[in-house]
């Protein structure tokens, strides 16, 4: 679930939320500009976390169709399905419906027999920042990569969402949080790359 190399100067990890309004802009504002200016010419390796909170529904939900589509190598169309029809799906909970229309036939077929295992309730970050997996779940195998995305975000600490780290030539910078604009992450950026 990440874009560009990882031999990139700058990694951005973007610990984040589907149906979250605010990584929805992100994303949208952010981070589709950033990927197409400098993930694409290797100045940036951007890497997405999964840190469905419970205060949205479909949260978890759909983070299991992404970690799906990310399996069979789909992540990127799915991201962009999800977040460019966030204000929809997160009515009703009809996921299928956009991850379907961002894959071919065959395709979202794959994805949906992986989601198809993960009938139960969906994992999501804890407000106490216990396990996000009960002791004794058998979740499915999409919900163990997500809890493993939401332990990290409670080391950091993720407080909300979005929240990201950058980290340049292996020094992590202090996290930041909320919405911030390509103008002003790309100015940051050229500072860090003429250094």
């Not at 299991?64 to 589509?69: E, M, S, V």
Request: charged share 20%; aromatic share 12%.
């Amino acid at each position: 679930m990440a874009y560009g190399s990882k031999n990139a100067p700058i990694t951005m990890e973007v610990f984040s939320d589907y149906q979250c309004p605010s990584c929805g802009n992100l994303y949208e504002q952010t981070l589709k500009p950033m990927i197409n200016d400098y993930v694409a010419v290797g100045k940036v390796y951007l890497v997405h976390r999964d840190f469905p909170l419970s205060m949205h529904k479909y949260s978890g939900d759909a983070a299991r169709w992404a970690k799906a589509a990310a399996v069979l190598g789909h992540f990127e169309s799915v991201e962009a399905a999800l977040y460019d029809n966030q204000n929809f799906w997160a009515t009703d909970g009809d996921i299928a419906k956009y991850i379907a229309a961002a894959v071919s036939p065959a395709d979202f077929k794959r994805i949906e027999a992986l989601v198809k295992g993960c009938e139960g309730p969906a994992i999501q970050a804890k407000s106490d920042r216990s396990s996000p997996l009960p002791p004794d779940a058998h979740p499915c195998a999409l919900d163990t990569y997500i809890a493993d995305d939401i332990q990290l975000g409670y080391k950091i600490p993720v407080q909300a969402t979005p929240t990201y780290v950058i980290t340049y030539k292996g020094q992590a910078l202090p996290p930041g949080s909320g919405p911030v604009s390509w103008q002003v992450l790309k100015q940051f950026f050229d500072s860090l790359l003429s250094q």
